[in-house]
Nanobody, 114 residues
Framework: QVQLVESGGGLVQPGGSLRLSCVVS????????MGWYRQAPGKQRELVAAIGSSTNYADSVKGRFTISRDNGKNTVYLQMNSLKPEDTAVYYCNVRQYNAIDYWGQGTQVTVSS
């Protein structure tokens, strides 16, 4: 059974930084993309960033967030800089295969507040 374990969330002041990590418990074949989604209270889950043959970012995080992956460590990262209160959400790691099967982590809370 594949597990995705996120870490790195927490409370940070506006303008601060956090780095999220997601470790995949075993190798997944035929990966189309790895990514991060987030869900704020009362809102739908939205794509934040994804990395596959290219990288994609939500407009709201472009220039502030950077996604990267280390295939040798089965890990995907999300470096978040210049955080804003509107970035507050539960962040979920995702792995999508070419056959459209999705794997999800349990989520990690990010709170941006003074």
């Amino acid at each position: 059974q594949v597990q995705l374990v996120e870490s790195g969330g927490g409370l940070v002041q506006p303008g601060g930084s956090l780095r999220l990590s997601c470790v995949v418990s075993r190798r997944i074949f035929n990966i189309n993309a790895m990514g991060w989604y987030r869900q704020a209270p009362g809102k739908q889950r939205e794509l934040v960033a994804a990395i596959g043959s290219s990288t994609n970012y939500a407009d709201s995080v472009k220039g502030r967030f950077t996604i990267s992956r280390d295939n040798g460590k089965n890990t995907v990262y999300l470096q978040m800089n210049s955080l804003k209160p509107e970035d507050t959400a539960v962040y979920y790691c995702n792995v999508r295969q070419y056959n459209a099967i999705d794997y999800w982590g349990q989520g990690t809370q990010v709170t941006v507040s003074s």
